[in-house]
């Protein structure tokens, strides 16, 4: 029963075909929701509950009310709705409903607490009321599904594979590509790494047999754009370097391979790097291993993954990798719809806007066949196809199954990841897409029900704790300190594709300590405009672009003074983000010490009416100045007696800018401090900085 002294059970039951458990946490203000599907047993024994003793537990809990015939429910049931009205719904007085939610398990509730759907539902259950039934809820990921079509058995064709190259960044990925490509990707990316998910058809040398190659960044800050390339792929290669072994970026990989359930082939790649061979075998042998020791199945231990020693230096071993690509799609038999009469479905690999074209957006095609005049909906936008251009940036007519091309004439930019899928006309398209936003504003509106709720909760809590500030007040006379939270350092980022913006946002939205903490403002595809300058100036934000070229003068030198920054590689960027950051922590000092005084007499001297005391010192160690910061301290416990400046410093009669280890001199104290006694010792300090990290 562990489960039970951690949370209170306050439900179970059905709601379309779902089997929904209510759990509250002690002191929590709210209600969770544990859904388990349709199963005889809903996630009674993942809970670590027994059936019986949650029936016995739910009726412990349950409303007591007489069994009754079920009666209809007289209205249909709205989204959200406040306490107050729903009593007036079920004509029954607010306080008995307000005592019923309680017993349920409800904390703080008031005439105004929002009630969602779900919640609506269960109290109507306990009112022993029938509620309607409902077809498959319809929310914004799978709102369009009703427009795609069931595949066609006669309809599929062979198609080429889709192959992603995954694996840690500088580990070769691109230069395998380039090998089959007898081209140069690596010479176009800043810093020597890849930055953008690229997508490349080849046509292999030997087996002339066409691979759609997806080419994931390796970076860290890239993670979105290499689980979505897993994910969309048909096999996988996992790039490992005979030098690394496996690496981070390795396992992560690994982990998107065994998540997505595509096949996998393992390429060792740099292996000219070792040209013993008894030494390189015995590398090969190791990283093997690791694999193993990943529960990779390789062919080492019976299982199914090849493992492929390469060099995409020398061509070592390619045509190897190229025949094993083949071969393996060939016994997955992979198949797809490749006619005009079938739905045309797709996942956008990227979007940018460009200059002479506009919304741009790079598509790999899932079935059926891109046209000239099709109409696309992807998200929030459409799309009547303009133009279709291949990676060598040629017109096309269309675009078949595994074809990765650039698509032209889209409303708006659509996202990097969403499903693409043609519908008849833009009416049609117009209509799913409003159908979309409604359920998006749904969504948003459950976010600001529940801060609302919570709001209220914390308003309620600083109400009684502000009562108990005024009694603390009435004792001491004082009210306690408020905590400032911590202080919020804005970004603008502006950058050439969506894929881009993606990463870069999440990599830095959560950089920060409790002192200071990065805030994104906002994140566009693009350079620029009037529009991101002036909430810049209104937010004090900085703007970061990301590989967006030369900026035009009037931009860099904007009449609002914002300051704008670029950047081609991401772990640049990412590194002057921490250092703003760091430049914002609240600064620290300590104390150095630089000299050591000793006051061995005091004399006094007349100055007109008034007797002034003079500490007659000799310099032990360093050198004392005039405007020196100073300590006097006193007995073996080093008491500080003052802290503070020297308002006079002189040797003999005369006064001296500085006094060096071993000579006399006389010294008086800022702010008239004569309480020194001879035995006491001056101790000159400076503040330094102290460096501040994240």
Not at 437 to 460: F, H, S
Not at 596 to 602: A, L, Y
């Amino acid at each position: 029963m562990v489960i039970l002294s951690t949370f209170h059970l306050l439900g179970l039951r059905k709601n379309r075909g779902m089997n929904i458990i209510m759990l509250k946490a002690p002191g929590s203000l709210f209600l969770r929701q544990i859904s388990a599907g349709p199963s005889r047993n809903p996630a009674l024994f993942t809970l670590g509950l027994h059936a019986a003793e949650i029936r016995r537990f739910y009726a412990k809990k349950s409303l007591k009310r007489p069994v009754k015939k079920l009666r209809t429910v007289p209205f249909a049931i709205p989204n959200y709705i406040s306490v107050s009205k729903l009593a007036n719904l079920l004509s029954c007085r607010m306080e008995t409903l307000i005592q019923d939610l309680t017993k349920l398990g409800f904390a703080n509730i008031t005439q105004g607490y929002i009630l969602s759907k779900e919640y609506v539902e269960l109290i109507l259950q306990e009112y022993n009321y029938q509620l309607p039934n409902t077809s498959a809820a319809i929310n914004p990921e799978n709102v369009y599904d009703e427009l795609k079509s069931p595949a066609d058995p006669k309809m599929l064709q062979r198609k080429p594979p889709v192959v992603t190259i995954m694996g840690h960044v500088d580990h070769g990925k691109t230069t395998i590509i380039d090998f089959l490509r007898k081209s140069s990707v690596v010479a176009q990316e800043h810093g020597g790494i890849t930055q953008h998910i690229g997508a490349f058809q080849v046509v292999t040398p030997s087996s002339k047999r066409r691979i759609t190659f997806l080419d994931t960044p390796g970076h860290p800050v890239f993670l979105k754009m290499r689980e979505r390339g897993a994910n969309i792929t048909d096999i996988i290669v996992l790039v490992v370097s005979i030098e690394d072994s496996i690496m981070p970026q390795t396992k992560e990989a690994i982990k998107h391979a065994k998540n997505s359930g595509n096949e996998l082939i393992i390429a060792i790649t740099k292996i000219d790097r070792i040209s013993h061979p008894k030494e390189r075998e015995k590398a090969i042998e190791r990283i093997t291993n690791d694999l193993i020791a990943q529960d990779i199945p390789v062919e080492k231990i019976s299982g199914d993954v090849q493992v492929i020693p390469i060099s995409a230096r020398t061509g070592e071993n390619m045509d190897l990798l190229e025949e094993s690509i083949v071969l393996l799609s060939d016994v997955m038999d992979i198949k797809a719809e490749s006619s005009v009469r079938t739905i045309a479905e797709g996942v956008v690999l990227e979007s940018e806007i460009k200059k002479s074209v506009g919304n741009v957006a790079t598509i790999i095609v899932k079935k059926g066949v891109l046209q000239k005049g099709k109409i696309l909906i992807c998200g929030n936008t459409y799309c009547k196809i303009k133009n279709i251009v291949n990676e060598g940036n040629n017109s096309i007519t269309k675009a078949v199954p595994a074809d990765a091309v650039e698509v032209t004439g889209w409303k708006n930019i659509p996202i990097a990841g969403d499903q693409v899928i043609e519908v008849k006309n833009e009416s049609i398209a117009k209509k799913f897409i409003s159908k979309r936003m409604g359920l998006l504003e749904v969504e948003k509106e459950g976010a600001t029900v529940e801060k609302l709720n919570d709001q209220r909760a914390i308003e309620a809590l600083k109400k009684s704790n502000d009562e108990n500030e005024d009694e603390f007040a009435d004792v001491t006379g004082e009210k306690p300190l408020e905590q400032e939270g911590p202080k919020k350092v804005n970004f603008i980022i502006k950058g050439d594709v969506t894929g881009s913006l993606e990463a870069i946002n999440e990599s830095i939205s959560d950089m920060g300590n409790e002192e200071v903490q990065c805030h994104v403002v906002s994140a566009s595809v693009g350079i620029p405009n009037e529009g991101d300058i002036k909430m810049a100036r209104i937010t004090d934000s900085i703007i970061i672009c990301f590989n967006l070229g030369s900026l035009p003068n009037e931009v860099m030198n904007n009449k609002e003074h914002v300051e704008i920054r670029q950047y081609n590689v991401v772990y640049k960027l990412i590194e002057d983000v921490t250092e703003i950051l760091t430049n914002n922590l609240k600064p620290l000092y300590e104390n150095k010490q630089t000299a050591t005084v000793d006051i061995r007499e005091i004399f006094e001297f007349q100055l007109k009416k008034k007797i002034i005391k003079i500490a007659g010192c000799r310099v032990s160690n360093g050198q004392i100045r005039r405007n020196s910061v100073v300590q006097v301290v006193r007995g073996p416990e080093k008491q500080v007696i003052y802290d503070g400046r020297l308002a006079t410093l002189k040797q003999g009669k005369d006064d001296s800018a500085e006094i060096s280890k071993g000579n006399d001199c006389g010294i008086t104290f800022d702010k008239n401090f004569e309480d020194f006694e001879a035995g006491d010792k001056i101790i000159v300090y400076e503040k330094v900085k102290v460096p501040r990290f994240l």
